[in-house]
């Protein structure tokens, strides 16, 4: 079984800092690809940053220098670093990662954790 378990996130200023964590367990070792997603009230469930196991990044136009994904892989979790934060950067953030197995990939996702950025 895969547990995926996120926390940090909370309530900001525009202008201001947060932190989001993402930890994952269950009967795996590598994890090829750990990342971020969000989803506004009545909008699309939009990719924020993901990671791979190798180091490749990718980032979404919206948070291109303001964001910073990260990894630990002996600890088997991500990091999002969120700077300058805007109103519209509100939104419920959703962990995930991809598993690898028989050349096949299987997603996991966390319950998400809501980041409120106020004006």
């Known amino acids: 079984q895969v547990q995926v378990v996120e926390s940090g996130g909370g309530e900001v200023q525009a202008g201001g800092s947060l932190g989001l964590s993402c930890a994952a367990s269950?009967?795996?070792?590598?994890?090829?690809?750990m990342g971020w997603y969000r989803q506004a009230p009545g909008k699309q469930r939009d990719l924020v940053a993901s990671?791979?196991?190798?180091?490749?990044?990718n980032y979404a136009d919206f948070v291109k220098g303001r964001f910073t994904i990260s990894r630990d892989n002996a600890k088997k979790t991500v990091y999002l670093q969120m700077n300058s934060l805007k109103p519209e950067d509100t939104a419920v953030y959703y962990c995930?990662?991809?598993?690898?197995?028989?050349?096949?990939?299987?997603?996991?996702w966390g319950q998400g954790t809501q980041v409120t950025v106020s004006s």
């Open positions: 995930f990662i991809t598993l690898r197995r028989l050349f096949r990939n299987y997603d996991y």
């Open positions: 269950g009967s795996f070792t590598n994890i090829y690809i």
């Open positions: 990671l791979t196991e190798a180091g490749s990044t």
